[in-house]
């Protein structure tokens, strides 16, 4: 059995440099190249941090990703990598109609009728529901501090606020972070944030890009809920992850009905200005994160980076 699990973590090494190496090989610009390996290798790393938590959908999940990028080719430095971008604009068509026809109506009835202090509880226990992993990306980005101070807000909240009703926590002083595996690979690789790889839109989600598709998956495989109610049974598992989907979904688009009426209204291709939005969004979400480090601590992350490649 040992012996297996070598020769499988040996299988999916090889796999992840295979996926490096094909992104240097294709044509792909060199900033392109450079994400890509630098993804691989963070993932690789990672995978070896958490062995045995259901590596096999995270190495499937990663995998297919840069098997992606190896397919695209540059699309101009100043406009997001859209090499798929024909069926991206059929699944976000398909996503506007829902969204037309179930998704906004239902996300205005919850915000016209749903009276504010239910809306705010909501909103904090699917923001309490995330607190574990964001601890476990910020142990990952190397900052334990943030992630003790993610887990006590997790305990105050989910006791003396009441499954998370109430953020008793910000009350008395913790801060409220929230972090994912998309937020750690953009910090770790050595690109720039706006290059998150190709593009895609995701069914019932939305914009995402290679990166964010990865981080996801990540965050969807750790997250100790789902493994909870997983291993009661299948049907447990499915119930619960439905229902907090169905219900950041509603959440989610109650608090931007605003923004995207307006962005739609003022865009003359609404598919590519949501991209854009996105795009610039997630960058500057991931440039705050490494600013923060500081001068010092950007440097020594290159100088580790430089090592690794």
Known sequence: MYASRKAGRASRRSAFKVQAACA?????????????ESLASMIERFMNRIEGARLPALAVAAVAALLGGCAGRDTGANEPWDPIEGANRFVFSINRAVDIIAIRPIAVLYRDWMPPPAQRGLHN??????EP??????VVQGTPGRAGTTL???LVNSTIGIAGLFDVASAIGLPKTKEGFGNTI??????????????????????????????MAIDASIDPFSI?????????????????????????????LYA?????????DYYAALRSAYTQQRAEIIRQKRDRTGPRAELERRDKLALVR
Do not use: C, H
Request: hydrophobic letters at 40%; charged letters at 20%.
């Open 228 to 256: 909870v109610t997983f291993s009661i049974s299948n049907t447990a598992g499915w119930i619960y992850a439905g229902a907090r989907f169905g219900a950041t979904v509603v959440d989610t688009r109650s608090r931007t």
């Open 24 to 36: 240097t090989l294709l044509p792909t610009t060199a900033k392109q190249s450079r994400f890509w």
């Open 152 to 154: 006590a807000r997790f």
């Open 133 to 138: 992993v964001t601890a476990i990306a910020e």
């Open 186 to 215: 953009g910090y770790y690789a050595g690109v720039e944030p706006e290059n998150g790889g190709f593009y895609i839109v995701l069914p019932m989600i939305g914009p995402s890009n290679a990166r964010d598709g990865v981080g």
């Open 260 to 268: 995207l009426d307006d962005l739609e209204r003022n865009s003359v």
């Open 125 to 130: 226990v699917l923001e309490n529901l995330g």
